[in-house]
C-alpha cells in the first residue's frame, strides 16, 4: 500500500484546510486510514480515523467538533476536513494505514503503512 498526503500549507487562525490521503496498490488489505500530527518536539499523535468500509469514524477529542474525515472509495482516498484551525493544529500531518480491526485505532505503531507527510501552518 502508498500513501501520498496533500493539501497541507499556510492558513490563518481560524481558517480551514482539507488534507487528503491518495491510497494505492492493495489497498484491499486496509481496515483503517487514519490521520496523525507530529509537531516540532513533540510526539506523534493521533487526530482521525475511518474504517475503510467508511462505517466509523474515530476523532481526538483536540479536533472532534470541528473535523471531518471521511473517504472515496471510488477513488482510493481520505479527506481530513479542518475547521476553526488553531496555532496549536500547526504540525506534519500524515495519513496512514492498517490492515486489521481491533482497538488501539489511535497508537501509531498499529499502522503499517505511512504516506510522506503534508505540513499545515496556522498564522495567529
Known amino acids: 500500500v502508498q500513501l501520498q498526503a496533500s493539501g497541507g500549507g499556510l492558513v490563518q487562525a481560524g481558517g480551514s484546510l482539507r488534507l487528503s490521503c491518495a491510497a494505492s496498490?492493495?489497498?484491499?488489505?486496509?481496515?483503517?486510514l487514519g490521520w496523525f500530527r507530529q509537531a516540532p518536539g513533540k510526539e506523534r499523535e493521533f487526530v482521525a480515523g475511518?474504517?475503510?468500509?467508511?462505517?466509523?469514524?474515530y476523532y481526538a477529542e483536540s479536533v472532534k467538533e470541528r473535523s471531518t474525515i471521511s473517504r472515496d472509495s471510488a477513488k482510493n482516498a481520505v479527506y481530513l476536513q479542518m475547521n476553526s484551525l488553531e496555532p496549536e493544529d500547526a504540525a506534519v500531518y500524515y495519513c496512514?494505514?492498517?490492515?486489521?480491526?481491533?482497538?488501539?485505532?489511535?497508537?501509531?505503531?498499529?499502522?503499517?503503512?505511512w504516506g510522506q507527510g503534508t505540513l499545515v501552518t496556522v498564522s495567529s
Open positions: 496512514a494505514a492498517r490492515t486489521y480491526y481491533s482497538s488501539g485505532y489511535a497508537q501509531p505503531t498499529t499502522y503499517a503503512y
Open positions: 496498490g492493495r489497498t484491499s488489505s486496509m481496515s483503517v
Open positions: 475511518i474504517r475503510w468500509s467508511g462505517a466509523t469514524t
